[in-house]
């Protein structure tokens, strides 16, 4: 049952409180820089003074949305342009900042309040992501004409993960394609075409299973990288060389259906890669089978991902321009931070 009001305050309004002579506003939590940063705001001697007061405060907050009625607009315009994997995660990540932030009017918006809600938050990179999703709505509501600056943008510095530092070595390499199969054809042979194929282009896994027959043509390899397929749309032609010709063959020469429109296919002669949910489950199980079998049959003690072959490509070309174009990035820096990874090499002094 709710807590029965003093007698003083029967008949006012929600959360007003009449003390000392004067009538106050408890400000629900969270809303406190409309009310000049008080968790007590007065309104008044008189109740007309008191009802003007609060008319006032009101009316000025209600000019804008809700961030909850900025979520929900953003939900329906921006995340399903996304790709699927990651619109799924933006609909998990834009329920918790609802719960949290959804009732706030957009401004003001103190850039404490990313702070505190990172540190309450014990799965860190979740609320990151988070954050990351409500600076990226705030963009919007600028673009909407419902904010005239980005409240946070450039006031907060999260401190984010460390890159990954695994480095694959040359000798890795050579363990894993000299991995034994017994059959002409199945998944440790596939695998291991795969991997030669990254490390010519550099090439994501996504990118990699949706290559079709149809893309390896006389001037090279046709790729629209997906990342960037709804925005630039820029496509990579990687031209042919002896060693490309040659990882295409072997890749062919593995197939399980040699009909099938995908250069990479399971024994239905369908894509691995399910455009719907962004998922490849069937690739994913036999990268893991392959890389039980490299760690128990190999040399290699430490375990290494697709992603980590494609900082290979990176770290072992020639410039950072080099890197930076095979691996289609459109900023240098994220290639020097994330796929750089061998130690620069530094001469001592004289």
């Known amino acids: ?29 969270g809303l406190e820089a409309l009310w000049d940063n008080k968790t007590r705001y007065r309104l008044g001697k008189s109740l007309p003074e008191a009802y003007k007061a609060f008319a006032e405060r009101v009316e000025a907050s209600e000019e804008l949305p809700t961030i909850g009625a900025l979520l929900d607009r953003y939900l329906i315009q921006v995340v399903p342009l996304k790709a699927p994997k990651t619109r ?26 990313i702070y505190q809600y990172v540190e309450k938050r014990s799965a860190k990179t979740s609320a990151r ?4 999703i409500l600076s990226h709505a705030y963009t919007k509501a600028v673009e909407w004409g419902y904010v005239d600056r980005h409240p946070f943008k450039g006031e907060v510095r999260l401190k984010g993960e460390k890159p990954r530092t695994r480095y694959v070595e040359d000798w890795e ?7 034994p199969c017994v059959r002409k054809k199945g998944s440790v042979l596939i695998i291991q075409a795969s991997i030669r194929l990254k490390l010519l282009t550099g090439l994501r896994r996504g990118d990699l299973l949706r290559i079709k027959m149809s893309d390896i043509r006389e001037d090279g390899i046709h790729v629209t990288p997906h990342k960037t397929a709804s925005t630039s ?32 296919c399971n024994k239905f002669g369908e894509s691995y890669l399910n455009e719907e949910t962004g998922e ?7 990268w893991a089978r392959f890389m039980t079998r490299v760690l128990s049959e190999t040399k290699i003690t430490v375990r290494f991902t697709e992603h980590d072959l494609r900082a290979k490509v990176g770290s072992d070309a020639e410039s950072l321009e080099r890197a930076k174009a095979l ?10 931070a994330i ?10 002094a004289k």
């Open 1 to 29: 049952m709710p807590k029965i009001r003093n007698a003083e305050n029967r008949g006012l309004p929600a959360r007003w409180q009449y003390i000392h002579g004067a009538y106050y506003y408890r400000v629900p939590i």
């Open 88 to 113: 799924s995660a933006n609909r998990v990540f834009i329920v918790k900042l609802r719960s949290v932030f959804g009732h706030m009017p957009l401004l003001p918006f103190p850039p404490k309040l």
């Open 129 to 132: 992501r988070e954050i990351e």
């Open 173 to 179: 390499v050579l363990e894993c394609l000299a991995l």
């Open 233 to 264: 749309g820029k496509s990579v032609i990687y031209e042919w060389s002896e060693s490309l010709r040659q990882a295409i063959e072997i890749v062919k020469s593995v197939r399980p259906v040699h009909i099938s429109p995908w250069l990479f």
């Open 280 to 286: 490849a489950h069937g690739w994913d199980s036999m």
């Open 327 to 336: 691996l289609t990035h459109v900023d240098a820096r994220t290639t020097q």
């Open 339 to 348: 796929y750089r990874r061998k130690p620069e090499r530094v001469r001592p």
